[in-house]
């Protein structure tokens, strides 16, 4: 099982730059999502799904998208990238509650 | 909504002295409990779980209670080792709805030798 497999691992972008963070899970998780974590601060959930073709945003949406057209695949669009957009996204999925959720290595973004 | 609130880092120890990190949340319902844990570099970790009023989770020898009356999840550790040094992560996920992880703010714990 490769679990939950997040490209690329390192990413610049120029200002105004857009860009897609893929993500994938081969466990058949129904439940998926992504957070950003800054220097020095915790997980702030950007987007998630709770299964293919059902997505909502989370507490930071501003200038991400995303979709589930499979339950394998959960991408991340940065529509056009700005500084405070750099930080590491990690994406998680989970069967659900008593689980848990499992987490990709994760992809430093840097927007310069 | 729900909420977990950690204690404030950073916590600098030193090898062999016990570690306790308090975890509290606000929930409404049954949520499921966890500690999430960050080596340098690293991404995040599942350490351990509990699922239910007065389970206990463990592993390498941490171990945290769900403690309903009190509403907490504390993390523990006999003795620690320089290797254990890390953010750890209280988190929950709520019985109903979107399964959503709810994070604490995260607690540094830095191991002397």
């Known amino acids: 099982n490769a679990g939950v497999t997040q490209t690329p691992k390192f990413q610049v972008l120029k200002t105004g730059q857009s860009m897609t963070l893929q993500c994938a899970q081969d466990m058949n998780h129904e439940y998926m999502s992504w957070y950003r974590q800054d220097p020095g601060m915790g997980l702030r959930l950007i987007h998630y799904s709770v299964g293919a073709g059902i997505t909502d945003q989370g507490e930071v949406p501003n200038g991400y998208n995303v979709s589930r057209s499979t339950t394998e695949d959960f991408p991340l669009r940065l529509l056009s990238a700005a500084p405070s957009q750099t930080s590491v996204y990690f994406c998680?999925?989970?069967?659900?509650?008593?689980?848990?959720?499992?987490f990709g290595s994760g992809t430093r973004l840097t927007v310069v | 909504g729900d909420s977990v609130t950690q204690m404030e880092g950073p916590v600098t120890l030193s090898e062999e002295a016990f570690l306790t990190i308090n975890c509290t949340y606000t929930?409404?319902?049954?949520?499921?409990l966890f500690w999430y844990v960050q080596y340098p570099g690293e991404g995040l970790q599942l350490l351990l779980k509990a699922t239910k009023a007065d389970d206990k989770g463990s592993n390498k020898g941490f171990e945290a209670t769900y403690r309903k009356e009190t509403t907490s999840f504390h993390l523990e550790k006999g003795s620690v080792q320089v290797s254990d040094s890390a953010v750890y992560f209280c988190a929950l996920i709520q019985s109903q709805g979107a399964q959503k992880l709810v994070f604490g703010q995260g607690t540094r714990l830095t191991i002397n030798p």
């Open positions: 998680a999925s989970s069967y659900g509650q008593i689980y848990g959720y499992t």
């Open positions: 929930a409404t319902g049954y949520p499921s």
